[in-house]
């Protein structure tokens, strides 16, 4: 089993990091974790071509981690593939694919009537997620675990068991015991770090002050001092970690993490393969 980190960014561009998004593959069996910006490209560049576009599971619904979900299903659909496209995420779900294909109708529409073969409409298939196994596919065990992302709930991480191999992708989430629990020994934990400290500020962003913002949006985030605790209460044997802010130097992240995590440590970038 593999993980090819897509997109390891946050919500601020970053020219040098893709939205948030990893591709887990064992065999020709394909899952892709969250739809971040210009995840359509880089699947292209880890070799999958936009027909075999894979099944998505979504972590929750903040905008970074779903804002291409509209190209995937539309790009798919565009190169001639008619099976339907698996979304798989927490509930209102179906409810976004469903305002998702409401903006789409024009296109869709204007292509059918280009088209000489009576085409159908793209087929969206999606399931609405708990806690606990979701699928077995391809010799791939799937589970989803609740995270801690208040007030975004429910939020999700998920872990993937297969060829003797184990993985963990956290999703957006504070330290979270459910984590550690449900990734218990995993031989790769993926898991993010948006570090506060280095958000930005402007009059009338929704903070009356860069303290009050760094606060509030580090209470629902992994920041650098717990990263090593978490992977450490986890027992994964190898710590990759993600969604990370343009400020964040990777060195200081890996120091942070080597405080309390004797594992190897990657952090991550875009289109590496862990």
């Known amino acids: 089993m593999r993980a090819v980190l897509l997109g390891t960014g946050a919500p601020p561009p970053n020219p040098a990091r893709r939205g948030p998004s990893t591709l887990v593959a064992l065999g020709r069996e394909q899952f892709l974790v969250d739809a971040g910006s210009g995840v359509g490209v880089q699947l292209v560049r880890a070799g999958v071509r936009p027909y075999d576009w894979p099944r998505v599971l979504?972590?929750?619904h903040h905008s970074d981690?779903?804002?291409?979900l509209g190209?995937?299903?539309i790009t798919r659909w565009i190169v001639g593939q008619n099976a339907?496209?698996?979304v798989w995420g927490p509930a209102g779900t179906k409810r976004q694919v469903e305002k998702l294909l409401d903006y789409l109708d024009w296109d869709i529409e204007i292509r059918r009537a280009h088209m000489h073969a009576g085409r159908s409409r793209p087929a969206v298939h999606v399931t609405e997620i708990e806690e606990g196994t979701l699928m077995e596919a391809g010799g791939v065990t799937v589970s989803a675990f609740a995270v801690d992302h208040d007030p975004v709930k429910p939020a999700f991480g998920f872990r993937f068991d297969g060829g003797g191999r184990s993985l963990a992708i956290s999703g957006d989430t504070r330290p979270s015991e459910n984590l550690m629990k449900w990734s218990r020994g995993v031989d790769v934990l993926i898991h993010e770090c948006c570090e506060m400290a280095k958000t930005s500020w402007a009059p009338g962003c929704g903070w009356a002050?860069?303290?009050?913002k760094?606060?509030?949006l580090a209470s629902y985030h992994t920041q650098p001092p717990d990263l090593g605790r978490v992977a450490a209460g986890a027992g994964a044997k190898q710590l990759v970690v993600t969604h990370i802010m343009p400020g964040s130097v990777p060195d200081e992240l890996a120091g942070h993490a080597k405080a309390q995590y004797q594992g190897p440590i990657v952090i991550g970038e875009d289109l590496v393969e862990v």
């Open 214 to 216: 760094i606060r509030d």
């Open 84 to 86: 339907p496209f698996e």
């Open 209 to 212: 002050s860069i303290e009050e």
């Open 65 to 68: 981690h779903t804002i291409d």
């Open 58 to 60: 979504i972590t929750h």
């Open 71 to 73: 190209h995937l299903l």
